[in-house]
């Protein structure tokens, strides 16, 4: 992916700071650089925790390790407090000719590992080089002629600590002062929109600092040392976009900031946390979750970085025709959703933020097929700004946007809180101050019933079926107390009453479906949540399957077109629905157990799984299938799939888009696969 030898295109690295005995972090960065394909790398060498104990083994490690993957930019600052003028980091040092000593060591020790030294860091910023304590600059000018001396007799090439902000006043007076002459390249740092509100783009800075070099007849290469944007607000798109402008731009050298966000335990440079932007400037969340840009760089390289044109985003909206608005619209029931009413011609806007994995390919195979009807709208749903702006000329609202997993949300409670609660409460906001108010159609789940534990239940070989006869003729109604178990249970258990309260409260048009396990094309089912797709992508690729529980628990599956069929209805009777819940699945008549699943995945796959037993997850339901009949009697709606031609659908889909082969099975009606 290195781009070096590209005269017009600048060799990219990360910047990331360590500090001592961060063993793990370094190795993580080393394979995250790996993945990313990125070879460069900046980072801070303490002068100040140099005569701390241990320290010196831990740069020994830290330059033989790095050495050995990537090509070190080092950063040599910070004054120790007792070399000092007074006793902090940022302070000029009281015998300038001390820094250079302490880079002639680190060149002697550890030159072998790279070719450039940085000498300061943002010596313009009152943070990093007390300014005050140096009037016109002579003592830092001295320090930096000293050291630049140095290094360079020594072989290496300087890079002047990055400008922060950029200004070239300060540069011209460095030229002034004779500071630049050992200097081979300028280094510039900028945070568009994070923290430079008044930005006038890249190419106005370098032009800027290039008018400097050229009044004093100076030729130096020009690097952006450090530049990046925080999520803070969960704005992935304009990282991406972002990165897109500053390795487009003509500076020979960028590194970006950074591999992961800061940790909300540590402090910044600048004290204590107060200032939430410092927290999200990375590719990756504190947890390691991947944010787009790292996706987008993990699989197609910073070379197809330019090509993703079905990521947009749209800030300010053209108040033109309407469209029906679908959140989570690139996930599985948005995009089957969206073909539906994409073939009847009507304009939709998926809004998604494309957090689950894979969910890219189903908007582009959206926008391959139906073009210009679509309407795109990347961005989080906690982005509430973006939000409103979507909702005003929508003609209803799909609210399918979610953190979908029972597993994810008891290791990430607030993420789940977050998105499921906290974004269908935005968007209800949304709806009731928008000028139409238009209707709202929301996918709760079956999980707001709680483990159902009262029901007694009886094994065979292959499931569990009710005592009670009823309830397995009919299933589960409506009717039957509510009961939130797992973060997940309650996130979406608040969200499906506020949006009924919401119907009573403020006459909104809603209505919520409480759903059972839905399948079909378009679905990339994981461990975690899907569990036919992934039982089924399983068996394709040859990958273990693990079971929670015995296998023997019972779901209604549904399969998506009749799922598709269900909202085409609500919202032609949305009238007369509206603050109604439903429960929606395949009903009794399409019950399987994951045994009976993985039976018939095995005779379409004509061979064996490998599969292993694990203990049952938190709140797990033995039994779980709906009374669908509330729903059937409003709107005359009936699920058309039965198991079988809905399992067939689904694997003649990942097939083709897997490139699997199917052939005729000879011991089923279905095929078999080759692969
Ligand atoms: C209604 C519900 O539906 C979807 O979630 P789902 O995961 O498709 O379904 P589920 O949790 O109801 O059932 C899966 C059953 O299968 C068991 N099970 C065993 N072993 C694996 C396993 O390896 N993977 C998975 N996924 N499940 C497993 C797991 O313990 C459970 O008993 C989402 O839309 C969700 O948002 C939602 O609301």
């Given at each position: 992916m290195q781009n070096e030898n590209k005269s017009n295109t600048p060799v990219i690295g990360i910047l990331e700071w360590f500090r001592p005995g961060e063993y793990q972090e370094v190795e993580n960065t080393i394979k995250d650089l790996k993945n990313l394909g990125i070879t460069h790398l900046r980072t801070g060498v303490s002068w100040a925790d140099?005569?701390?104990?241990?320290t010196e083994e831990w740069y020994d490690w830290l330059f033989a390790e790095l050495g050995k993957h990537v090509e070190i930019l080092p950063c040599f600052l910070y004054t120790p407090p007792s070399l000092g003028e007074t006793a902090k980091t940022s302070s000029p040092p009281k015998y300038l000719k001390s820094y250079a000593d302490f880079l002639d060591l680190m060149i002697n020790k550890y030159g072998e590992y790279f070719d450039w030294v940085e000498l300061w860091?943002?010596?313009?910023?009152k943070v990093e080089y007390d300014f005050t304590m140096d009037y016109s600059w002579h003592k830092f000018s001295k320090m930096i002629d000293m050291a630049s001396y140095w290094a360079k007799e020594k072989g290496k090439k300087t890079l002047l600590g990055g400008m922060s902000p950029i200004d070239p006043n300060w540069l011209h007076m460095m030229a002034e002062n004779g500071t630049l002459e050992n200097i081979d390249a300028i280094g510039i740092h900028g945070f568009p929109h994070v923290f430079d509100q008044q930005w006038e783009g890249w190419e106005e800075n370098i032009k800027q600092v290039k008018r400097v070099l050229k009044r004093f007849d100076l030729e130096k290469e020009l690097w952006i040392s450090e530049v990046g944007f925080s999520t803070?607000?969960?704005?992935e798109v304009k990282q991406y976009e972002e990165f897109k402008k500053v390795i487009n731009t003509s500076a020979d050298r960028v590194y970006w900031y950074s591999l992961k966000d800061l940790h909300a335990k540590n402090p910044t440079v600048g004290g204590f946390h107060l200032d939430e932007r410092e927290y999200f400037f990375g590719l990756k969340k504190t947890d390691g979750t991947k944010k787009l840009l790292y996706k987008l760089l993990e699989n197609g390289g910073i070379e197809n970085?330019?090509?993703?044109?079905?990521i947009r985003k749209q800030y300010v909206l053209k108040d033109e025709e309407q469209y029906s608005l679908i959140t989570g619209g690139a996930g599985f029931v948005g995009t089957n959703l969206a073909a539906r009413l994409l073939s009847a011609g009507k304009k939709v806007m998926i809004y998604d933020s494309l957090f689950r994995e894979g969910v890219e390919k189903n908007l582009q195979w959206l926008q391959e097929k139906y073009g210009d009807q679509l309407i795109i709208q990347i961005a989080d749903i906690r982005e509430k700004r973006i939000l409103e702006e979507s909702v005003r000329n929508a003609s209803e609202v799909y609210h399918f946007s979610s953190q979908v997993a029972v597993t994810t949300s008891l290791t990430n409670p607030l993420l789940d809180f977050q998105v499921n609660l906290q974004g269908t409460f935005d968007l209800l906001e949304a709806i009731r101050k928008s000028e139409h108010q238009p209707p709202l159609l929301f996918t709760s789940t079956?999980?707001?019933?709680?483990?159902?534990?009262d029901l007694e239940m009886k094994p065979n070989e292959t499931r569990y079926y009710p005592s009670d006869k009823t309830i397995e003729e009919n299933g589960i109604g409506e009717d039957r107390a509510l009961d939130f178990h797992s973060p997940y249970g309650c996130s979406k258990g608040g969200a499906d009453q506020y949006i009924l309260d919401y119907s009573r409260s403020y006459g909104l048009k809603t209505a919520v479906f409480r759903m059972s396990c839905i399948y079909g094309p378009h679905q990339f089912g994981t461990e975690d949540q899907g569990w036919v797709a992934h039982f089924l992508i399983s068996a394709l690729e040859d990958h273990p399957v693990v079971i929670y529980g015995n296998g023997k628990q019972v779901r209604d599956i549904l399969f998506v077109e009749d799922l598709v069929d269900a909202f085409v209805l609500a919202r032609k009777n949305i009238d007369k629905i509206s603050g109604e819940v439903y429960n929606i699945g395949g009903g009794p008549k399409n019950t399987v157990s994951l045994i009976e699943i993985l039976n018939l995945i095995k005779e379409k796959a004509g061979k064996e799984m490998d599969i292993s037993f694990e203990d049952w997850r938190t709140g797990d339901q033995l039994y779980y299938v709906s009374d669908t009949s509330k729903f059937q009697q409003a709107t005359g709606w009936t699920p058309k799939h039965s198991v079988e031609e809905g399992m067939e659908e689904l694997l003649q889909w990942l097939c083709k888009t897997r490139n699997i082969q199917i052939k005729d099975n000879p011991r089923s009606s279905a095929k078999a696969m080759v692969l």
């Open positions: 140099w005569y701390v104990e241990g860091n943002e010596p313009n910023n803070w607000q969960n704005d970085i330019q090509n993703h044109s079905y079956n999980k707001v019933y709680g483990d159902l534990n």
